[in-house]
């Protein structure tokens, strides 16, 4: 560029002496080689002007061409026309801001691989969160609510939309939780388990609540995760083991106690006479009985919940194990003057089923009849078969004392016993739960009861038929 200015420097006053020169010569008496000089000079000064501007044009064109094509490499080799300088100080911008443009458009990439990561992060621990059974709260320093998964929001009903607006007292009604959450991230205590009741869907639900804070870099508190696991079921469970365990207790002690009783006496030698020794061996034969039966029941029903209890199905007809089983209770219910109606045997009521199970469930519905029938009544047993749905209906109704309503969906239960008929007869409480365990569990079918307290009961069962489908289904079983 310095070359450039000399030239320029040096032609402009040549061009302009020439100028003078002529305008002297134009204007004075001066001779006409004066003017031709100066005009020669102009012209002279002048093309070379143009000789030099040219050049500079076509070097810069030139350069210009190079740069767009991107062409700094070759721009070094042009130094003798002139330009090397400016094009050597050119690329070395250019150079500089590439390069720092290339180190920011890397740091650029780098920054959204991370943030891409950070967020395909975030999804996968969102998704992680989101199938967990549990319910899951976390709230940030503000208590603000910023995240929910689905048990959370099914267990305290709020819109997800609205996560990460409002505090979460505003989202949640049970005061007792907010307080805790709160409690937790002011005091900054961590892993700290609480029992919580909530009462939702119409029932009460005991939940184990895990507290945590969590802390940033700086070990400040940033939020409070918490966790919530329904314990219902377990508690309920628990519960229904120490039932169980206090019932067998009670009901086992009962018979011991009166063999145990009447053993004593026989030792102590109050069996006078031989009716005296006869009574006392028949009380503990009845209460040895008692003792073994409460025993094969509770068994037996321990084994059909395990799967452990061995079957043995085969094709029989219904209405021949109920002959069997009136029976063998006709003489119970002849002491007690009660009639038993056998409807007329049906056409097709084969059943693929075990012959022993089957006999206990019947046995088992008209012995409970007859015990809760007053002297002079009737039980009726009745067969229905269902073609449409291929299943056989069994049904024992009895003219008894009923069942109160609130009691109906508890008689197939454990130990059940109707408070209310305590009284009319003793039972363990286990048959009806080991008819429902045979007819459902092994068999697949359907037990019902339905009652009108002090006019009578009915109990009753659907078992597939032994045809098409649903004998396909009892074999799934």
């Keep these: 560029m310095r070359y450039y200015r000399y030239i320029f420097a040096t032609l402009f006053p040549l061009i302009a002496l020439g100028v003078i020169l002529a305008v002297v010569s134009a204007c004075t008496d001066v001779g006409p080689a004066v003017a031709v000089t100066g005009m020669l000079l102009a012209i002279t000064a ?3 002007l143009a000789v030099f501007c040219v050049r500079f044009m076509t070097c810069a064109n030139q350069l210009v061409d190079m740069l767009k094509n991107e062409k700094l490499g070759h721009i070094k080799m042009k130094r003798a026309s002139g330009l090397g300088p400016l094009a050597e100080a050119i690329v070395n911008f ?7 443009a290339d180190r920011l458009e890397s740091a650029r990439s ?5 943030l891409q990561l950070l967020k395909k992060e975030k999804q996968n621990i969102e998704e992680i969160i989101f199938s967990i059974r549990d319910g899951v709260i976390v709230t940030d320093a503000f208590d603000r609510l910023i995240l929910a998964n689905n048990a959370a929001q099914k267990l305290f009903i709020f819109d997800a939309a609205a996560v990460g607006t409002r505090t979460i007292g505003e989202f ?3 005061t007792e939780f907010v307080k805790l959450i709160t409690h937790s991230r002011r005091s900054g205590l961590r892993h700290v388990k609480h029992e919580l009741t909530f ?10 609540c895990i507290i945590s804070c969590v ?4 070990d400040v508190t940033s939020g409070v995760v918490a966790v919530l696991h329904d314990i219902t079921r377990e508690r309920e469970i628990s519960r229904m083991k120490n039932e169980f365990v206090s019932h067998v207790s009670h009901e086992l002690k009962t018979p011991l106690a009166s063999i ?4 004593e006496m026989l030792v102590d030698g109050e069996a006078q006479d031989e009716d005296t020794l006869d009574r006392f061996c028949l009380i503990i034969q009845d209460q040895a009985q008692r003792l073994n039966r409460l025993i094969e029941d509770i068994l037996n029903v321990s084994r059909i919940e395990s799967g452990l209890t061995k079957v043995k199905k085969e094709t029989l007809s219904i209405a021949i194990l ?5 029976m063998m209770i006709d003489s119970y219910a002849q002491e007690k003057n009660i009639t038993v109606n056998v409807q007329t045997p049906v056409i097709c009521d084969q059943v693929y089923a075990d012959r022993d199970m089957i006999t206990q469930v019947i046995t088992n519905l008209l012995s409970n009849a007859v015990k809760y029938t007053p002297s002079g009544g009737a039980v009726d047993v009745g067969i229905e078969v269902n073609d449409a749905e291929q299943v056989v209906r069994v049904t024992v109704s009895d003219t008894g004392v009923g069942i109160p309503p609130d009691d109906l969906k508890h008689v197939f239960d454990k130990f059940y016993r109707v408070e209310a008929n305590k009284a009319c007869a003793k039972g363990t409480g286990l048959g009806l739960n080991l008819v429902k365990q045979i007819v459902e569990k092994v068999h697949a079918g359907r037990v019902f009861v339905s009652s009108i307290p002090r006019e009578g009961t009915t109990f009753g069962f659907d078992m597939p038929l032994a045809t098409g489908p649903a004998l396909e289904k009892v074999l799934e079983k």
């Design 46 to 48: 002048l093309v070379c």
């Design 94 to 100: 250019a150079t500089a801001h590439t390069e720092r």
């Design 110 to 114: 780098d920054m959204s691989l991370q």
């Design 172 to 174: 949640i009604s049970h």
């Design 199 to 208: 009462d939702t869907d119409g029932r009460t639900r005991i939940f184990d």
């Design 215 to 218: 802390r940033d870099e700086q």
């Design 260 to 263: 145990n009783a009447y053993a």
């Design 322 to 326: 109920i002959r069997d089983a009136v």
